[in-house]
């Protein structure tokens, strides 16, 4: 089973930047699609964005397309996610798992508050 640590949120404050990380155990990793999600409260999880196993394609939802990045190192069973321009709606706690169908179980997410 693959264990996932998310790190690096915080609070910020509107238009600034901070760069999510989800380190992965296990030797699988570079065999899967990667994601990030998010829920903010009261809400249900949503899909962020995803990259492929090679880090060749990736794709985003509407609302963070132009302001986030993904990216991934297969090396370091790692994938990052590049938060610029950040708004208080992109309030939530930030979780990874597998981008593609079926997933490993969640880890702890790291929260994310961006204040206006």
């Known amino acids: 089973q693959v264990q996932l640590i998310e790190s690096g949120g915080g609070l910020v404050q509107a238009g600034d930047s901070l760069r999510l990380s989800c380190a992965a155990s296990g030797r699988t990793f570079s065999s899967y699609a990667m994601g990030w999600f998010r829920q903010a409260p009261g809400k249900e999880r949503e899909f962020v964005t995803a990259?492929?196993?090679?880090?060749?394609?990736?794709y985003y939802a509407d609302s963070v397309k132009g302001r986030f990045t993904i990216s991934r190192d297969n090396a370091r069973n790692t994938v990052y996610l590049q938060m610029n321009s950040l708004k208080p709606e992109d309030t939530a706690i930030y979780y990874c798992?597998?981008?593609?169908?079926?997933?490993?179980?969640w880890g702890q997410g790291t929260q994310v508050t961006v204040s206006s």
């Open positions: 798992n597998r981008g593609g169908p079926g997933r490993w179980d």
């Open positions: 990259i492929t196993r090679t880090g060749v394609r990736t």
